[in-house]
């Protein structure tokens, strides 16, 4: 009883900004709704992003966005270098999503997440001036195991002795696009299945790091956005991540060199976001694996969440009911 009275988190008890952050992502959820299914991606972003930056401004902190949605399709946007916060209490950076999954709430489709990850100041990778990166997540079981220098047949082959269980029973994650084609076809040679993501990668990257999911490994090229969020949330959930810089072009490749970032170098979740200090929150927009979208409920909307932090390794999912007349 003594040794677990004397644990660092037990004894020195300090408050947990994700549970103030989740006002904001709940927030942008329920007023994104509205446009769910609508096909106004965009429309679905901005309502997002105005509720969101309004909520964050509450927040007791003095917080930047290190790197932010939207830039790369002209989308609305909480725009990098931009302040939120009340500007008292911790220094932080900040990478959000307001909506991840813009075209899955257009089209009504699941898995669309907003999003928020915070870490110390100074600690967040800032790879804005490259819009994509090239990533694989798996629990703790791929640390040691798994890596990006080695093929996907081997990583998988490596993952599933580690996991103690046959190839055939490997289920892989990866956005379903033309540029992975080839990745696909090389996952499904080595014997594993695919869980093919039409968007929203933050969702599959943290499905992949959870001990309980279906999903054992997530990988390909998504958003460096979405890549710095995933980190924030596989160091609370104790998960294996790396990943490397894909520039589109060489003008893109320019900008990140220029910008001190390493484009040949695997990054791991450390390099990503730095230190044991992070928080990651998601609110369900629509339906998914993760947790359930807004729904309404009568006189009322209620929202799921799920709320981590990596220093006290700590992971809470939060139902909330909002009176339906406040918000609508």
Same mark, same amino acid.
């Given at each position: 009883?003594?040794?677990?009275?004397?644990?660092?988190?037990?004894?020195?008890?300090?408050?947990?900004?994700?549970?103030?952050?989740?006002?904001?992502?709940?927030?942008?959820?329920?007023?994104?709704?509205?446009?769910?299914?609508?096909?106004?991606?965009?429309?679905?972003?901005?309502?997002?992003?105005?509720?969101?930056?309004?909520?964050?401004?509450?927040?007791?902190?003095?917080?930047?966005?290190?790197?932010?949605?939207?830039?790369?399709?002209?989308?609305?946007?909480?725009?990098?270098?931009?302040?939120?916060?009340?500007?008292?209490?911790?220094?932080?950076?900040?990478?959000?999503?307001?909506?991840?999954?813009?075209?899955?709430?257009?089209?009504?489709?699941?898995?669309?997440?907003?999003?928020?990850?915070?870490?110390?100041?100074?600690?967040?990778?800032?790879?804005?001036?490259?819009?994509?990166?090239?990533?694989?997540?798996?629990?703790?079981?791929?640390?040691? =195991?798994?890596?990006?220098?080695?093929?996907? &047949?081997?990583?998988?082959? !490596?993952?599933? @002795? $580690? *996991? #103690?269980?046959?190839?055939?029973?490997?289920?892989?994650?990866?956005?379903?696009?033309p540029r992975h084609e080839g990745l696909i076809e090389e996952i499904r040679a080595a014997g594993?299945?695919?869980?093919?993501?039409?968007?929203?990668?933050?969702?599959?990257?943290?499905?992949?790091?959870?001990?309980?999911?279906?999903?054992?490994?997530? =990988?390909?090229?998504?958003?460096?956005?979405? &890549?710095?969020?995933?980190? !924030?949330?596989? @160091? $609370? *959930? #104790?998960?294996?991540?790396?990943?490397?810089?894909?520039?589109?072009?060489?003008?893109?490749?320019?900008?990140?060199?220029?910008?001190?970032?390493?484009?040949?170098?695997?990054?791991?979740?450390?390099?990503?976001?730095?230190?044991?200090?992070?928080?990651?929150?998601?609110?369900?927009?629509?339906?998914?694996?993760?947790?359930?979208?807004?729904?309404?409920?009568?006189?009322?909307?209620?929202t799921e969440s799920i709320v981590m932090r990596s220093k006290s390794g700590t992971i809470r999912?939060?139902?909330?009911?909002?009176?339906?007349?406040?918000?609508?």
């Amino acid at each position: 009883m003594a040794s677990s009275d004397s644990a660092p988190h037990f004894t020195h008890p300090d408050r947990n900004l994700a549970m103030e952050l989740v006002r904001a992502t709940e927030a942008a959820a329920i007023r994104a709704t509205p446009w769910i299914g609508r096909g106004d991606k965009n429309a679905a972003d901005g309502a997002a992003v105005d509720a969101m930056r309004k909520f964050l401004g509450t927040v007791n902190f003095d917080g930047i966005i290190v790197i932010g949605e939207g830039e790369k399709d002209h989308a609305p946007m909480l725009f990098n270098g931009e302040h939120v916060g009340n500007g008292r209490g911790p220094a932080v950076d900040i990478a959000v999503d307001p909506i991840d999954g813009t075209s899955l709430t257009a089209a009504g489709r699941q898995n669309a997440l907003s999003v928020i990850a915070v870490s110390d100041r100074g600690s967040m990778l800032d790879a804005s001036t490259v819009f994509r990166m090239n990533k694989i997540v798996t629990g703790a079981a791929g640390r040691g =195991v798994v890596d990006l220098s080695q093929s996907i &047949g081997d990583n998988i082959r !490596a993952l599933a @002795k $580690a *996991l #103690g269980k046959p190839v055939s029973e490997i289920r892989v994650a990866v956005l379903d696009r033309p540029r992975h084609e080839g990745l696909i076809e090389e996952i499904r040679a080595a014997g594993a299945g695919t869980r093919l993501l039409l968007d929203g990668d933050v969702a599959g990257g943290i499905n992949a790091a959870r001990y309980e999911s279906r999903i054992d490994m997530c =990988v390909g090229v998504g958003g460096s956005p979405e &890549g710095v969020i995933t980190a !924030a949330a596989v @160091k $609370a *959930l #104790g998960g294996f991540m790396q990943g490397t810089l894909a520039p589109g072009d060489d003008d893109e490749r320019a900008k990140g060199l220029a910008a001190g970032l390493k484009m040949d170098t695997i990054l791991s979740v450390d390099d990503l976001v730095q230190g044991d200090n992070t928080f990651f929150v998601a609110t369900g927009v629509t339906d998914g694996g993760l947790v359930e979208g807004v729904r309404r409920k009568g006189p009322i909307i209620r929202t799921e969440s799920i709320v981590m932090r990596s220093k006290s390794g700590t992971i809470r999912r939060v139902i909330a009911d909002h009176l339906a007349d406040k918000w609508l």
